[in-house]
């Protein structure tokens, strides 16, 4: 495992690699550190530098290795022939190997590294997803003083009993079964507990073992659900505006998005021109219906919808469910925000209409609460 981070400088761990007094890396001495007595796991934590000038003054670039067989470490890192064992000052590490990392040795002055590979070793697939607007919209608020209203970023802490649940679970030596690797597809209290309650809210009865899947979080959910579902040239109708992984995770499955707006209902005479409200967004049936064809695999459906927020009626989710049907098709609902419906609006789960529980991938999240 490779895992590059980036930290700032302002933190206590960075802080106190930066005081340390490094040496230039010419003047490690090279040695051999993979003896017989450290096969199980090793760690190097390599910090850029070069003589005493650090390359990123308002970031510090820490990759971190992890090898489990000595046969790994010692292929990499006879690469680097700078590697030798270190502990670092204030006793925040001890029995860690010290590398300097490869975007160090593109630098330095030293023996210049083997050719390295031309070859592309990235996935096709990958060629159809652009990079996300997102990505760019968050780029941008780094760099301006700018409140970033893209995201929901929490300025407060996670409720206090929660907190202290989590911490007694973790530091009792009388459960350690909470410690273990659980059931792959869930928990088995934590699928019981969400099938009783969706058992209750659908009028369904849910069996917790085969009806429920955890995951992390919704973002993974609906990767499993594009991943399972999509082949290359299946169609995915997705509803515009929506939350932006739909197209990169059909397009990565190999599927083809075809999108179908939301259009503002047009102002009445005399009504109030100036006034729109969620609800006031609504699908044009016809036009939602020529978007389905036989290709199609499925439509995925966001309500309460991000980011309008519109709720989808009753009498909508039963026209969609009779298009499932007639072409054949499933329904996605991404209803992680089921909890957030004001107004004496109500939130109708698509599972449990008539004959749509076994054409319906229900998608929840408990961090929208």
Known sequence: ?????????????????????WPPLHAIPNRRVFGRKHRSIRAAIGVEKHGSQIFAQNDLSVTLFVFMRHVIPRVLFGRCPLATKVCFKYGLYSNIYFCCPWSFLLHSRSKPMAKMSTKCFRADRLNAVETNVWVE??????????????????????PQHLSRALSAAANDPERPLLNQYTRDMGHPRLVNALSELYSRLTGLKIEPMTDVLI???A???LYCAFAAYVNPGDEVIIIEPYFDCYEPMTRLAGGTP?????????????????????????LDLQELESKFSPKTKFIIVNTPNNPLGKVYSREELELIGRLCHKYDCLVVMD?????????????????????????????????KT
């Open 137 to 158: 919209f968050i780029e941008l608020a780094r760099q301006y003083p700018c409140l970033n209203l893209g995201q929901g970023f929490p300025d407060f802490a996670a």
């Open 219 to 221: 973002y993974q959910a």
């Open 258 to 282: 075809v999108f179908v707006p939301l259009r503002p209902k047009q102002p009445t005479a005399g009504g109030d021109s100036q006034s729109l409200s969620s609800a006031d967004w609504r």
């Open 215 to 217: 995951t992390s979080g």
């Open 335 to 367: 209803e992680v925000y089921e909890w957030l419906a004001y107004g004496g609006v109500t939130h109708t789960r698509m599972c449990s209409l008539p004959d749509m529980w076994d054409r319906t991938i229900t998608i929840g999240s408990g961090g």
């Open 1 to 21: 495992m490779v895992q590059k981070l980036l930290l700032s400088p302002n933190r206590p761990l960075v802080r106190r690699l930066l005081a340390t007094d």
